[in-house]
């Protein structure tokens, strides 16, 4: 066991407000768990040298705004270094949700809190027993909450911090959530979000995980679909000194829908280690999930991609495809799509690319006078805008975009 996670099972050991019992069965857990090494095979490719001795303070009086983006219209929710500043009394909330803290008790809060995020996520784990800060969002049955609602965390330079998000999307009701990371300084930040959409429910959901440079943070996203639910995700994921993020979605009724699409753009000697499980475990469900990154030099990506369908899970149509661009030889990724079927009436398919700029689009867009680093600009970045274009909310893509540009052009001029 690391001295951070000794610390941390110490710490967990002085946590008591209404979830101790849950809390109590999660260190009870963590206690059983080993520190990830080489042979463990979800962190084979992420080392966690950097968090085993880390040494940070918890807290701080820190504050932030939202940033800013044109024609969005979203309710904010700010956490900074794990502590809520928005003033969740003074929102003028939309008719049919609900938004309170998690240190309140509620009935939505003890419905899901560590119930859809599956148990053998270690860092999960210290998220349970160490994040008494969060928020619950519970959007009412048949409710239809046209503005998106943002929950943003800032990390800043010497804090460690942990935060949870709890959302409850009632039947033939929609709503959007932002979940929106940033901080570039040495911290250390984990957010795990958990969802339960349910049936005829829709959910568009964003993470976006711009934490870069010295930041280290660990997450996941988690979703448990019920019958005609519907599950429309984009991340976007930076690299940094570490990042890693869990993404799991479980088709718990028939006919379920979701579509994940990825994009992760890595400057040198960043890491970034997505791991994506989609559970089908009833019939007629269906999945689509796209992958993209570019990475730079000396950086380091990390892609699992696994569809598990159940035998029960007859009608099953699951797509899942991992694309990668390397902007030097020193760049590298680890991709490893799967599929376990034990049904026999599906359609599913998976695969994975690797691959450096085509010299030859290179060399036609330079003899049309195009400039080789603008070329190379529009080449590698159209690569991944496809995904852009692909994402419901404009306003949020139109904002992404030149954000996006900018980093990709800043990746290719540290080469």
């Given at each position: 066991?690391?001295?951070?996670?000794?610390?941390?099972?110490?710490?967990?050991?002085?946590?008591?407000?209404?979830?101790?019992?849950?809390?109590?069965?999660?260190?009870?857990?963590?206690?059983?768990?080993?520190?990830?090494?080489?042979?463990?095979?979800?962190?084979?490719?992420?080392?966690?040298?950097?968090?085993?001795?880390?040494?940070?303070?918890?807290?701080?009086?820190?504050?932030?705004?939202?940033?800013?983006?044109?024609?969005?219209?979203?309710?904010?929710?700010?956490?900074?270094?794990?502590?809520?500043?928005?003033?969740?009394?003074?929102?003028?909330?939309?008719?049919?949700?609900?938004?309170?803290?998690?240190?309140?008790?509620?009935?939505?809060?003890?419905?899901?809190?560590?119930?859809?995020?599956?148990?053998?996520?270690?860092?999960?784990?210290?998220?349970?027993?160490?994040?008494?800060?969060?928020?619950?969002?519970?959007?009412?049955?048949?409710?239809?909450?046209?503005?998106?609602?943002?929950?943003?965390?800032?990390?800043?330079?010497?804090?460690?911090?942990?935060?949870?998000?709890?959302?409850?999307?009632?039947?033939?009701?929609?709503?959007?959530?932002?979940?929106?990371?940033?901080?570039?300084?040495?911290?250390?930040?984990?957010?795990f979000a958990e969802y339960d959409i349910?049936?005829?429910?829709?959910?568009?959901?964003?993470?976006?995980?711009?934490?870069?440079?010295?930041?280290?943070?660990?997450?996941?996203?988690?979703?448990?679909?019920?019958?005609?639910?519907?599950?429309?995700?984009?991340?976007?994921?930076?690299?940094?000194?570490?990042?890693?993020?869990?993404?799991?979605?479980?088709?718990?009724?028939?006919?379920?829908?979701?579509?994940?699409?990825?994009?992760?753009?890595?400057?040198?000697?960043?890491?970034?280690?997505?791991?994506?499980?989609?559970?089908?475990?009833?019939?007629?469900?269906?999945?689509?999930?796209?992958?993209?990154?570019?990475?730079?030099?000396?950086?380091?990506?990390?892609?699992?991609?696994?569809?598990?369908?159940?035998?029960?899970?007859?009608?099953?149509?699951?797509?899942?495809?991992?694309?990668?661009?390397?902007?030097?030889?020193?760049?590298?990724?680890?991709?490893?799509?799967?599929l376990e079927i034990y049904a026999d009436?599906v359609q599913c398919a998976h695969g994975?690319?690797?691959?450096?700029?085509?010299?030859?689009?290179?060399?036609?867009?330079?003899?049309?006078?195009?400039?080789?680093?603008?070329?190379?600009?529009?080449?590698?970045?159209?690569?991944?805008?496809?995904?852009?274009?692909?994402?419901?909310?404009?306003?949020?893509?139109?904002?992404?975009?030149?954000?996006?540009?900018?980093?990709?052009?800043?990746?290719?001029?540290?080469?």
């Open positions: 066991m690391s001295q951070w996670l000794a610390h941390v099972i110490e710490r967990a050991a002085n946590v008591d407000d209404w979830l101790s019992p849950v809390r109590a069965n999660a260190l009870a857990e963590l206690k059983q768990k080993e520190w990830p090494g080489r042979r463990t095979e979800a962190w084979r490719y992420t080392s966690l040298h950097k968090v085993a001795d880390l040494n940070l303070r918890a807290g701080s009086q820190a504050s932030a705004e939202a940033p800013q983006v044109n024609g969005l219209n979203s309710i904010d929710l700010v956490f900074v270094d794990g502590r809520l500043t928005t003033d969740i009394a003074q929102l003028q909330l939309p008719a049919g949700i609900s938004i309170t803290a998690l240190d309140a008790k509620s009935e939505a809060a003890d419905a899901l809190f560590a119930k859809v995020k599956p148990a053998h996520h270690l860092f999960g784990l210290i998220n349970d027993v160490l994040a008494q800060q969060g928020i619950v969002i519970d959007v009412a049955e048949g409710s239809q909450v046209e503005q998106p609602i943002r929950i943003v965390n800032v990390a800043t330079n010497g804090v460690e911090s942990h935060q949870r998000t709890l959302v409850r999307v009632g039947k033939g009701a929609r709503a959007t959530i932002i979940e929106h990371g940033a901080g570039n300084e040495q911290s250390l930040n984990t957010v349910a049936d005829n429910a829709k959910l568009e959901h964003y993470r976006l995980a711009l934490q870069e440079d010295q930041a280290i943070h660990v997450g996941g996203s988690h979703f448990r679909l019920h019958n005609e639910s519907k599950l429309n995700s984009t991340l976007v994921g930076y690299g940094s000194q570490l990042t890693r993020l869990d993404v799991d979605i479980e088709h718990a009724g028939e006919h379920a829908f979701a579509k994940f699409n990825n994009i992760y753009l890595l400057a040198p000697h960043e890491h970034f280690d997505l791991h994506s499980t989609i559970e089908h475990a009833q019939p007629n469900g269906t999945t689509e999930e796209n992958a993209r990154g570019i990475i730079g030099d000396k950086a380091k990506a990390v892609f699992n991609g696994r569809i598990h369908i159940h035998r029960d899970a007859q009608k099953t149509l699951a797509e899942l495809n991992n694309r990668n661009l390397l902007l030097s030889r020193g760049a590298q990724i680890n991709t490893k799509p799967e009436d994975a690319t690797v691959a450096e700029i085509d010299e030859e689009a290179l060399y036609y867009m330079l003899t049309r006078g195009i400039d080789r680093q603008q070329a190379l600009v529009m080449l590698n970045f159209g690569f991944v805008q496809e995904l852009l274009f692909q994402m419901p909310n404009k306003a949020l893509a139109d904002w992404l975009q030149p954000i996006l540009r900018q980093r990709f052009e800043r990746m290719m001029e540290q080469k």
